[in-house]
């Protein structure tokens, strides 16, 4: 009996190959001899994404060496070491020796970042950041090009590559950080001291506390009230204000005499423009709510002494806080530290 | 009277049936040829057919297992490839040619060093394979190694038929190489120059490269040929009325299809 695979010719009864170990019985066995087919729907994915089918081609890749353009940069250097210290330009450079070159990019790269973050939410901020990221994006990008060959649609990929790693592992996670904790805001109207087109760094994750200015929108409300002339008038209150937060949710506030007690003491935290505060009644802030005054705008010339409409605008509720203000950025001349 | 001894007078004569006559309409081998015929003109889904038509008839048929799982390949179903062909080397341990066919599924995968670890299996199988040869110039070609061309020539040294160098050439435009695939199309081309295929593939590959009217001969000698093929109608009509310099500038850089 001859093996159908590597044609050995075996002792007749024998049940497989003694040289290769095949089934001498494939002929009578039940086989399924169609092979599986892959849907219309799958190969359409599958052309999509090339990707998909090979989530080990990366892996395999890496550790062969090639095709990865991170890697065939790296074959005669610590890889890791390199790597990290691309975070900041200049740095990998000098760490391989190239001293002059690191100081050059490091010292570039500087002035546009500082001056960057300094006016950060500004038209001229976002232009010295953009510069800085093409720095930044050359400096690595000239570390993996290193690699001596002459094809320019893989260096121009290579940097691609880069610019868009760097994106999305340095400045993009910085930019989201950042706008957190110093989120550029522009009033679209003039709000007290702060100008129309003025841009305010503001703070989302902090909590308000007592003597802290944030941006909110003011309880709405729309009814009859009386001007300063004692006519009446239909007013509204709505939109953004900016102000200092007199009292928290628990605290008792009364007013005698122009004078805020907090807590039975008089409270050193007034609003931010000084106005003569109407009378309050004694009351409790409701639990949720911030007691704000809004001194920045014309909104307290329609309250009068012990007015519920005061309370009503000046009770917010905690979700209507958007952040802590704490700077003005832009314009520099006018830049100061808002507490 | 001797002319009269060839008649079949007795009836039992007449009840005797020729051995030939028992045997199915068309054998395995049969089926074989027409799987190679479907394979030469590009129609890998009918050779993947036939093959099956073959293993139907007889299963212990290493070609079959073989060219299902090449045709499976070049239908761009590598998952099923690989599937297939640890199928067919549990049926046929450590055939050559199917681990040749894992080896190539596999680095079409992605998946290089199980692809080399297969191909490193198929070479050192006793006997001389094509196809075990060609697949371990994939294999090389993917990892970078320059000694690509080293198997390939060693893969057409073997079997010198143009299929084996049209393959190659599938295989360089595959991992975007098409240089060096039109030169494999171009000895394909050669060698049989009668056959549509050959000018269809060498089309495409000079419309990879931008030279056009290259494509376009091409093109039109694969047209004069066979002039149903509604893959070289497309394509010249692609060619002669589809002129997008920067698009096509642009896919080269990002060997983007």
């Known amino acids: 009996m001859q093996c159908p695979n590597c044609q050995f010719h075996n002792m007749p009864g024998t049940q497989s190959c003694a040289r290769c170990g095949t089934s001498l019985r494939i002929k009578g066995e039940v086989i399924n001899i169609h092979p599986p087919r892959a849907g219309s729907i799958a190969l359409r994915m599958r052309r999509w994404f090339p990707w998909s089918h090979g989530y080990f081609a ?263 806080v958007r952040g802590i203000v704490y700077a003005r950025l832009h314009p520099t001349r006018k830049f100061r530290l808002i507490y | 009277m001797q002319r009269f001894s060839r008649l079949e007078l007795n009836s039992d004569h007449q009840q005797v049936v020729p051995a030939s006559s028992q045997r199915p309409l068309h054998d395995e081998q049969y089926w074989i040829a027409s799987a190679r015929n479907e394979r030469q003109n590009g129609l890998y889904e009918g050779a993947l057919r036939y093959y099956s038509r073959a293993l139907e008839a007889d299963r212990s048929l290493v070609a079959g297992w073989v060219g299902q799982v090449q045709m499976l390949i070049a239908l761009g179903e590598y998952r099923e490839a690989d599937l297939w062909g640890r199928k067919a080397l549990e049926l046929f341990k450590n055939n050559a040619e199917l681990l040749a066919g894992r080896a190539q599924a596999l680095c079409r995968l992605g998946d290089v060093t199980n692809a080399l670890a297969s191909s490193d299996l198929s070479i050192a199988q006793t006997g001389l394979f094509s196809y075990a040869w060609l697949s371990r110039g994939e294999v090389m070609l993917v990892r970078g190694e320059r000694t690509d061309i080293y198997c390939f020539e060693k893969a057409t040294q073997i079997d010198p038929d143009w299929l084996v160098r049209l393959e190659i050439g599938d295989v360089y435009r595959h991992h975007h190489r098409p240089a060096k695939a039109l030169t494999y199309y171009r000895q394909a081309v050669e060698r049989a120059a009668d056959q549509p295929h050959t000018w269809f593939s060498q089309a495409r590959c000079e419309v990879d490269l931008g030279l056009t009217a290259a494509a376009k001969k091409s093109l039109s000698r694969c047209l004069e040929l066979s002039p149903k093929h509604e893959g070289a109608r497309r394509t010249l009509r692609q060619v002669t009325t589809d002129a997008r310099p920067v698009r096509n500038f642009i896919r080269r850089v990002f060997r983007w299809r």
């Open chain 1, 58 to 320: 990366v892996r395999d890749r890496w550790e062969a060496g090639v095709n990865v353009p991170l890697r065939s940069a790296f074959d005669k250097s610590p890889d890791t070491a390199v790597i990290l210290r691309m975070v900041v330009p200049g740095w990998s450079q000098r760490y391989l020796g190239e001293r002059r070159l690191g100081r050059i990019l490091f010292w570039a790269w500087i002035p546009f970042i500082v001056l960057g973050l300094f006016l950060f939410g500004t038209t001229r901020g976002s232009m010295l950041l953009g510069l800085a990221f093409s720095i930044h994006s050359f400096a690595a990008s000239h570390l993996l090009n290193r690699t001596g060959e002459r094809d320019v649609g893989a260096q121009l990929r290579r940097s691609i590559f880069v610019s868009l790693t760097l994106a999305a592992f340095v400045y993009g996670p910085a930019a989201f950080l950042l706008t957190r904790l110093v989120d550029p805001v522009t009033p679209t109207y003039t709000i007290g001291p702060f100008v129309e087109g003025q841009t305010l760094a503001i703070n989302h994750w902090a909590t308000p506390d007592r003597g802290s200015v944030v941006l909110y929108d003011i309880p709405e409300y729309e009814g009859v009230a009386k001007d300063a002339r004692a006519h009446r008038r239909v007013i509204g209150f709505n939109g953004q204000r900016i102000d200092r937060v007199i009292a928290i949710a628990g605290d008792s506030v009364e007013c005698r005499s122009g004078v805020m007690l907090v807590n039975g003491k008089v409270t050193q935290y007034q609003p931010l423009m000084s106005v003569k505060v109407p009378q309050f009644a004694p009351f409790t802030v409701s639990p949720g709510h911030f007691l704000i005054i809004p001194s920045t705008t014309e909104d307290l010339i329609f309250t009068g002494d012990n007015d519920p409409l005061l309370r009503t605008m000046s009770e917010v509720p905690v979700e209507r």
